[in-house]
């Protein structure tokens, strides 16, 4: 494969991983939601209960495994 | 070991607040970067106030720190983030009813967070009192791990931390590069690029130190990572020591 198309590659990641970040974004301002992270191909969404778990655990994204963790309602101490 | 009480050696893990919220926890004594000064650190809302004018209170006043007499500092500055000033008086009473309702209305700002911190001077008004580096492990113990990490690169690692509630706790690193959505009484903020870790906190913890555990116990070959400012179900929220470094300016011990 040459220069080019390595290029080429990185670049439908690159646009596909910003598509993924922007989802998670949006995702983010609903309710039930505490965060989230992207590592490698893997995408966590951290949840405040098994209620929101339950909602959210048919969320996917295209080219990553989805995981779905309680974490509990995030609040300063 | 009872972290409210009036402490005559100050030092990380022992109740403190401005005079404006009820207690927190001290992380520790700094450097400032900037001066060269040595500061006092804990979180944005543990020292909440405005800079030259409110005073620190050691013990917080909700462990019955009162003015002058507990006053041990002045707020300095805190790190950048979203102030309550840019939500108008109306819009912050209605999210402080039902913000846990309404979030992305009480959501003011898109721009990132990283970090909850900020600084006061060492200005005790008993002049008796005085303050080391390093946190209280116990009553008659004060450790001081010298070494620092930024935060990167550490899922899996154990870690501790020690503060004004829970006093130590040991957990396990989760997430390094988390984004987290934090409700504040009256809004939520999010910060990028966090430390979630799985383990024990709970309401006066903020401002408790991190160190990423290199032994079976805490150590002073442990190094400090970060600072505890939020929690939930059996985790907390640690933002990263390259963050206070960077936009606090100021380096641990």
Redesign the interface.
């Known amino acids: 494969m040459d220069s080019t198309s390595n290029r080429q590659i990185l670049a439908v990641e690159v646009s596909a991983m910003q598509k993924v970040r922007e989802a998670l974004e949006k995702l983010l301002l609903e309710k039930g939601i505490s965060g989230y992270s992207i590592r490698g191909n893997k995408v966590v969404i951290y949840v405040e209960d098994e209620e929101s778990a339950s909602q959210f655990k048919s969320m996917a994204f295209e080219g990553y495994e989805t995981e779905i963790k309680v974490i509990g309602r995030l609040q300063m101490l | 070991m009872d972290r409210t009480k009036r402490f005559s050696l100050l030092a990380g893990g022992i109740s403190i607040g401005s005079e404006e919220i009820t207690a ?1 926890t001290l992380s520790g004594l700094f450097k400032d970067l900037t001066d060269g000064t040595d500061v006092l650190v804990s ?1 944005w ?1 543990v020292f909440m106030g405005e800079p030259e004018k409110t005073n620190i209170l050691q013990p917080g006043r909700y462990d019955g720190g009162r003015m002058p007499n507990d006053i041990v500092g002045v707020l300095k500055r805190s790190a950048p983030i979203d102030v309550y000033g840019k939500l108008p008086w109306w819009k912050r009473i209605l999210c402080m009813l039902f913000g846990w ?1 309404l ?2 209305w009480c ?1 003011p700002s898109k721009l990132p967070n990283y970090l ?1 911190a900020a600084c006061s001077t060492f200005q005790p008004y008993d002049k008796s009192r005085t303050v080391a580096r390093g946190v209280y492990i116990d009553e008659d113990k004060i450790l001081f791990p010298k070494n620092t990490h930024t935060g990167d690169g550490i ?1 899996g690692r154990k870690v501790w931390k020690v503060g004004r509630t829970t006093e130590v706790t040991i957990g396990t690193v ?2 390094d ?9 009256d809004r939520w903020i ?1 910060f990028q690029d ?1 430390i ?1 870790v799985e383990g024990d ?6 401002g408790s130190p991190t160190f990423i555990m290199e032994k079976d116990s805490p150590s002073e070959e442990d190094a400090f990572v970060g600072l ?10 640690v933002c990263k020591y390259k963050y206070i470094l960077e936009k606090l300016q100021v380096k641990w011990g």
């Open positions: 927190g979180n809302h309702l979030e992305e959501m909850d899922v989760i997430d590069s988390a984004t987290v959505k934090v409700w504040y009484g999010i966090q979630v906190a709970s309401g006066g913890d903020s505890l400012y939020a929690g939930g179900a059996k985790h907390f929220i």
